[in-house]
């Protein structure tokens, strides 16, 4: 169970490693339980389950809208010498 601060709620799992909670459930249910439109931004994926949540979301007709393609990337604001 995660920890509830009002407007937040903190998570840490997963549960395999000795966390108290599962985030890649609450991930999924977050993922699972969008209406109207579903952002993401990630760097780096490695949970099959989130995966399969977010194509389900991207290729469902009547879930929420999930805009695609990919941002460019951002640049660095300090200058290299």
């Known amino acids: 169970m995660g920890v509830d601060l009002g407007s937040v709620e903190f998570y840490t ?3 395999v490693l000795g966390g ?3 985030l890649e459930q ?3 249910e977050f993922i699972t ?3 109207k439109e579903l952002l993401v931004a990630v760097q780096e994926l490695d949970s099959r389950a989130v995966a399969e949540a977010l194509i389900a979301a991207l290729t ?3 879930g929420p809208k999930v805009p695609r393609g990919v941002s460019p990337p951002l640049r660095s604001r300090r200058s290299i010498a």
């Open 13 to 15: 799992g997963p549960v």
């Open 60 to 62: 469902s007709t009547d």
């Open 33 to 35: 339980g969008a209406k």
């Open 20 to 22: 108290p909670d599962d």
């Open 26 to 28: 609450v991930v999924i």
